[in-house]
């Protein structure tokens, strides 16, 4: 069983066509003169998040995008599917970490 979620905890995100839409629009402003560039992303795109607000498995995050700048994404709920926050896996200990 996982914690509950709270401010200033990472999670994953999982992008969505919306998603994606927000990103293009923001890098393709006219006050952005070039355009911002970011590395490519697509649908279902899993990307580092922190929570900055956090009402039971509802959340609002900053999703950090591979390039300059961050998505901020109110009320997402947890799942697996895009659109959706969940918890990193946990990574094996290492042999180093272990002594």
């Known amino acids: 069983m996982h914690p509950s979620p709270s401010t200033g905890r990472i999670v994953h ?3 969505s066509a919306e998603d ?7 890098a393709n402003r006219p006050t952005h003169n070039p355009p911002v560039e970011f590395a490519e992303h ?17 959340v609002n995050l900053h ?26 896996p946990i990574a094996p200990a290492t042999a180093a970490a272990r002594h």
Do not use: K, Q, S
Request: net charge negative; aromatic share 12%.
């Open 20 to 26: 994606l839409t927000r990103v293009h629009e923001y």
């Open 42 to 58: 697509r649908v279902g795109d899993v990307l580092p998040a922190i929570v900055v607000r956090a009402e039971g498995n509802t």
């Open 63 to 88: 999703v950090f995008l591979d390039g300059p700048g961050t998505l901020w994404l109110p009320n997402r709920e947890h799942g697996h599917e895009p659109g959706h926050w969940h918890w990193p």
């Open 13 to 15: 995100y999982r992008l």
